[in-house]
């Protein structure tokens, strides 16, 4: 009797079951996002292009590509981005000498490539993916060396520093900062020695830091700021302390959802990286710590999905993913409250345009389908 032909199918996952509590977390955060866009830009969108709705019908596009992408990608067996870790260092390589060589000059900073005047793309943002798959197979390919400290620390830690020395020229220190935290991440859940962190850090990692910050008047007048926003309330403490008052004006139940006051040109570009000030002033205490109890849902799954992932490479992904997420909600909050310098870091599924194609599809929504089994 001859043996039937194994049916070839697009992907393995194709009729794996999604993680209900992680994907109904991510539309909760995107709708929320997408009202407070609403609210936060409204002003600005009015003032700049006379159509109030101009800034939320390109984030409610992206985001509906988002979640389109998001269901594809899904069915795509994540063994697959295992076959070119290599090539996703080099990309990522190239992706940001093309910022340098191509990228356009906006306040200061070359971060930016411009497909069209309304059309463009941040490769920080992708760089950010690919480190995630190429940390993800190296470390699973050198697992037996990570203990050591030349063989494991030192010699997968020096590949951050083309990466990382590529962002400082354009530059762009709040992503340099996001990337080496993920992977750090990583390499410690891999079976990195943390003590290795901890003492090559004071030793190069802290004097190099603040070198940076001396070197660079701007980032200098951010520390100095940070320690005192009110020593130059109308100059660089002005984004700062608009931002308190928002957030304490809004008090335990906030001044109703549309009724911010700061986001009428106070807090410039509020639906940006500030979005979370107007957030607290509209809705309150209550309205931050239902938004910061969602994304603490959405990293416990993470976790849950690492943990029961079948092999390394989906373990590591699934903690990168998390850890990206996860890093950029801890550094944009404490930026906003004043509880660090500022820095432009966007807050997922909330800043303007930040939250778009690739936040909803790789980054978030695809680790509930990475792996087999159900969380």
Same mark, same amino acid.
Request: hydrophobic content about 50%; overall charge positive.
């Given at each position: 009797?001859?043996? @039937?032909?194994?049916?070839?199918?697009?992907?393995?996952?194709?009729?794996?079951?999604?993680?209900?509590?992680?994907?109904?977390?991510?539309?909760?955060?995107?709708?929320?996002? $997408?009202?407070?866009?609403?609210?936060?830009?409204?002003?600005?969108?009015?003032?700049?292009?006379?159509?109030? !709705?101009?800034?939320?019908?390109?984030?409610?596009?992206?985001?509906?590509?988002?979640?389109?992408?998001?269901?594809?990608?899904? @069915?795509?067996?994540?063994?697959?981005?295992?076959?070119?870790?290599?090539?996703?260092?080099?990309?990522?390589?190239?992706?940001?000498?093309?910022?340098? &060589?191509? *990228? +356009?000059?906006?306040?200061?900073?070359? +971060?930016?490539?411009?497909?069209?005047?309304?059309?463009?793309?941040?490769?920080?943002?992708?760089?950010?993916?690919? /480190?995630?798959?190429?940390?993800?197979?190296?470390?699973?390919?050198?697992?037996?060396?990570?203990?050591?400290?030349?063989?494991?620390?030192?010699?997968?830690?020096?590949?951050?520093?083309? &990466?990382?020395? $590529? $962002?400082?020229?354009?530059?762009?220190?709040?992503?340099?900062?996001?990337?080496?935290? &993920?992977?750090?991440?990583?390499?410690? /859940?891999?079976?990195?020695?943390?003590?290795?962190?901890?003492?090559?850090?004071?030793?190069?990692?802290?004097?190099?830091?603040?070198?940076?910050?001396?070197?660079?008047? !701007? +980032?200098?007048?951010?520390?100095?700021?940070?320690?005192?926003?009110?020593?130059?309330?109308? *100059?660089?403490?002005?984004?700062?302390?608009?931002?308190?008052?928002?957030?304490?004006?809004?008090?335990?139940? *906030?001044?109703?959802?549309?009724?911010?006051?700061?986001?009428?040109?106070?807090?410039?570009?509020?639906?940006?990286?500030?979005?979370?000030?107007?957030?607290?002033?509209?809705? *309150?205490?209550?309205?931050?710590?239902?938004?910061?109890?969602?994304?603490?849902?959405?990293?416990?799954?993470?976790?849950?999905?690492?943990?029961?992932?079948?092999?390394?490479?989906?373990?590591?992904?699934?903690?990168?993913?998390?850890?990206?997420?996860?890093?950029?909600?801890?550094?944009?909050?404490?930026?906003?409250?004043?509880?660090?310098?500022?820095?432009? /870091?966007?807050?997922?599924?909330?800043? !303007? +345009?930040?939250?778009?194609?690739?936040?909803?599809?790789?980054?978030?929504?695809?680790?509930?389908? !990475?792996? @087999?089994?159900?969380?």
């Amino acid at each position: 009797m001859a043996k @039937k032909k194994k049916e070839k199918t697009f992907s393995s996952f194709l009729n794996n079951p999604f993680d209900f509590t992680l994907l109904i977390t991510i539309l909760l955060l995107l709708s929320m996002g $997408l009202i407070m866009v609403l609210s936060a830009s409204s002003p600005s969108a009015l003032a700049r292009s006379g159509d109030s !709705y101009s800034y939320f019908s390109k984030q409610l596009l992206f985001a509906i590509l988002g979640i389109v992408a998001m269901l594809f990608i899904s @069915k795509i067996d994540y063994r697959f981005y295992q076959k070119f870790y290599k090539h996703a260092w080099v990309v990522a390589l190239v992706l940001l000498a093309l910022v340098l &060589i191509a *990228g +356009r000059t906006v306040n200061g900073a070359k +971060r930016w490539i411009y497909i069209t005047e309304t059309l463009s793309f941040q490769p920080s943002e992708v760089v950010k993916l690919l /480190m995630i798959v190429f940390y993800a197979g190296i470390l699973m390919k050198n697992r037996d060396e990570l203990p050591s400290y030349l063989k494991g620390f030192i010699k997968h830690i020096a590949f951050l520093g083309p &990466i990382i020395g $590529l $962002l400082l020229l354009q530059p762009h220190f709040s992503a340099s900062i996001v990337i080496i935290g &993920i992977c750090s991440i990583m390499m410690i /859940m891999a079976g990195c020695k943390f003590w290795h962190y901890l003492a090559t850090g004071a030793v190069g990692g802290l004097p190099l830091g603040i070198l940076l910050i001396i070197k660079e008047p !701007y +980032r200098l007048k951010r520390v100095i700021t940070f320690l005192d926003p009110w020593q130059d309330a109308t *100059g660089d403490g002005w984004q700062v302390i608009q931002s308190l008052y928002a957030i304490g004006s809004g008090g335990l139940f *906030g001044a109703g959802l549309g009724e911010s006051k700061q986001k009428f040109l106070y807090i410039p570009e509020p639906h940006n990286d500030f979005i979370f000030s107007i957030l607290g002033e509209e809705l *309150g205490f209550i309205g931050c710590a239902a938004v910061l109890i969602l994304f603490a849902v959405f990293i416990w799954r993470g976790i849950l999905i690492a943990m029961r992932a079948p092999d390394m490479f989906g373990s590591l992904m699934a903690i990168g993913i998390t850890s990206l997420v996860a890093i950029q909600v801890i550094i944009n909050v404490a930026v906003v409250t004043s509880s660090m310098p500022a820095t432009g /870091m966007p807050l997922p599924f909330f800043s !303007y +345009r930040r939250n778009g194609f690739v936040y909803t599809s790789l980054r978030n929504g695809n680790i509930a389908k !990475y792996f @087999k089994g159900k969380c």
